[in-house]
């Protein structure tokens, strides 16, 4: 093929991943395999002090033409001092294969190791297809003017770095483009109209008509649900799945082309013909236009995006949207999914993509041997048997959660695999974490001065929004607004509440969350109490998303009349031991709920408290969150 002459050695990345004394960890994507050498020099006195094999290193074929390499290192690494990384390649090095990667003057990406988490660059939601500017763009203007040490300790992922469930018609256009290009692997597909991957490509409604493929389901659970159904409905609750991704295919082509601008270089995307469409084709093919002029805009900014991936270290976690909308809210939903061998296909790619490109660059040694080789038999022969031998191992595995070994110490937590699921309902949302989870999670805090959690939603929400939650639930409805909260779950909201109280647990938490879509500042105590903690929540949502605005100011007008912070009405929510305070942001009127695309800036004093809380916005102002006095 022609097309493959042409490709880039790099199709994505580097992204500087996990980065601490002992351990360092890469990752990147090529068209063949990577031979050569890693490098690590010190970078003020050229000093070298890794040079390593690059074949020595995980490779795992994913296509013809695609390559994931993770370099992983565990030796003992200089801290706090400049150390720039290479890969040394019959081809070239990184400053000939993608330039653009390079700050001013800089012969490979630089970066800084520290054993402080001090300075937290953090944020979710990052949706290509939505109207904002992408705030990792106002990132890398920043970073580009700091010195290697005054930059950001970490970049922290909090969840929903792609949308699999809301996929524009031109992305998903390219992202066909793109497994036809690098042949990614195909896949057959069981107890569904279509057989393989190959027949979902080329199906009519393949594009703007997938609710004609997607599983759909006869359960209903609540009496609203009874009442209303009529006939089956769709398995995927996402209001928006008409081009949701399917195969492991798409999903990988999904991170390629949001994490890179290599791969758009080389195709184009043509609006298709609409003679022979069907209705739903059409209606979708109306909306062209505009989903193309967005597109290019999130493309236009890859370059910067990627810059910053290469040289702050990064670290990641899912939350649903990596995967499907909804993704186990309820224990109704899961018993729908697991009725499905194509959904559960689907929930399944999702995870062995997020994985592969999310998840092994976290922690690599949460996946153990018996991991990779599981992994490694299903990429060596892509057959109907090792893949669904790998979902079903994914489906129990319980290790995406980390820790980063910095001060203070940094825990990301798994609010999605561990549910600590109703027993009383079908329809009543899961906890965010069983009580295993939790109490793992308490002892990863146990005699800690100060932590930093990161919780993919907010542990402590806008209380008028759950309470509209608690109704949606109690009709039998929680999907229509995502009842997606900590106090939802009875267990695990007085679990979650008693860590807090816990008379080891550390003095100073700072909470770093995502998932809503917007922005806030909320200092937490426990009432009554000498010797309470300080709790610090930071929400900052997206990176690349909003809230409907006329919605979200009506919700912050009452939460504030109703929920101020000695109002009677907190004494019927589950969190009435707690004090919360609001903070007020430094935009114009009054709302305390910021509906910008932004990415947080969190800076903390020696005693892990809050110095200063900002959001850097996407069009590059910058938004604080002072202490209130």
Partial sequence: MQATQALPLILAGPILRKATHNALVVWLVTSKPLVGHFTLVVDENDELIVNEPLSQFEQIKIGEHAWITLVQLEQELPTHVPLRYDFSTPDGLLRSLAPELLYSEEQSPCFNITDKADYVLHGSCRNPDHATKDALIAADKKVAQLPVAQRPDMLIMSGDQIYADHVSGPLLVAVHKIIDILGLHGEEFEESTLKTSDELYLHPDTLYGRYSILPTTHSSHGLFSRLISSGPKPTFTSQRCVNHLISLAEFIAMYLLVWSPELWRIISIDKPGDEAASAQVQKGLEQWDNEKSRLDKFVEGLPSSRRLLAHIPTYMIFDDHDVTDDWNLTVGWEKNINQSKLAKRIIGNGLISYWLCQGWGNEPNNFNKEFIQVAKSFFTEPSLQHHNAFVQYLNQFERWHYTIPTSPKVVVLDTRTRRWRSESKMNKPSGLMDWEALIEFQQELLNEEKVII????????????????????????????????????????????????????????????????????????????????????????????????????????????????????????????????????????????????????????????????????????????????
């Fill in 454 to 629: 990161v919780s993919a939603a907010p542990m402590f929400g806008v209380k008028f929004i759950e309470a509209l939650q608690r109704i949606m639930t109690w009709v039998g409805q929680p999907l229509i607004i995502d009842a997606e909260n900590w106090m939802a779950h009875p267990g695990s909201a007085n679990t979650l509440l008693s860590i807090f109280t816990h008379t080891k647990t550390p003095t100073n938490f700072v909470i770093l969350s995502g998932d809503v879509h917007y922005s806030f500042a909320y200092d937490i105590k426990v009432r009554h109490s000498k010797s309470s903690p300080n709790i610090f929540q930071i929400t900052c949502s997206g990176l690349k998303n909003e809230f409907p605005e006329p919605l979200l100011n009506i919700c912050d007008r009452l939460d504030r009349l109703l929920y101020s912070p000695y109002s009677f009405l907190n004494l019927f929510t589950k969190r009435k031991r707690l004090l919360i305070k609001k903070r007020d942001p430094s935009t114009i009127g009054t709302r305390r709920l910021v509906n910008q695309s932004a990415i947080g800036e969190l800076k903390l004093d020696v005693n892990g408290k809050p110095a200063s809380i900002e959001l850097l916005t996407s069009e590059g102002e910058t938004v604080t969150f002072p202490e209130r006095k």
